[in-house]
């Protein structure tokens, strides 16, 4: 008895120190990642640069969907602000309730503060077990898991681009700099179809800047980052094994031309992450290869 008291001990205080040294690491990288944007002025360039494009383009707007993530939230005020039409859409797919509590809150906001501003609920859920239905079944569902949570964003990109064509809008990207270009932390073809990105090229502290500086709502500010596409509270972290903060500065060390064998501990650890999955990834952040004729072949 007494020793398994004191193995107990014993693992309260491994755990413990862990959780701290955990936490100290996360904040040691937060505290390298440190942004110099004149937050403002970025704001309003993004804002000319929408609109700009958008009368050029010939169109009434814009349509984008609203997960209740700081992404879309950023994305989808910039877009308010240009006073172009902006449809805001909400398409649950077995969406945790906070998820779709805060992005009806946000549109509540956004429909507050701006005349220009309408939503419409799409309920997925039913398109997406109709689809499974239709699908052969296989040997092994867990083989088909991240099959089917990539098509729940691909599910949504044909909705967003429904009523971009129904109201002559653009359909607005809310991917960041890390995740498109990082890691790719996204799906190809889903939160990835569509006709321009306004955030592309901010990192995702840049973004929380924007949102603080934008009045997001607080709710969506703390919230863990996630891609909501597995039904349950797994975040982006989990899923990555790295924070953003320590991917942005993996993605500055390897534009300075590091490798691994340049660092030890969480840092060669978060290193190594980022360079798998951006290799990995590369098909993403590509142009669609073509396969070139020869001349004499012609």
Known sequence: MICTCLKGGILK???LTYKVLSLWGKVNFFNQIKTSMKTEKVIDHIV???KDYAVKAGTKGFVIGISGGIDSAVTSTLCAKTGLDLLCLEMPIY????????????????MENFDNVKNQAVDLTP????????????????DRFMPLANTRARLRMTTLYYFAALNGYLVAGTGNKVEDFGVGFYTKYGDGGVDLS???DL???????????LGINQDIVDAPPTDGLWGDDRTDEDQIGASYPELEWAMKMNDEGKNAD????REKQVFSIFKRL???NQHKMQPIPICTIPNDLK
């Open 203 to 213: 990192m995702k502290t840049e973004v929380y800047d924007m949102a603080r500086f």
């Open 95 to 110: 969406q945790a309730e906070n998820q779709e509590t805060r992005a009806s809150n946000h549109i509540g906001w956004l």
């Open 278 to 280: 951006n290799s990995a």
């Open 13 to 15: 205080i491994l755990i």
């Open 198 to 200: 306004p955030i592309a």
């Open 262 to 265: 340049d660092f030890s501990n």
């Open 127 to 142: 398109v997406f077990d109709s689809l499974i239905a239709a699908l052969p079944s296989v040997d092994n569902e867990e």
């Open 48 to 50: 000319d640069w929408l």
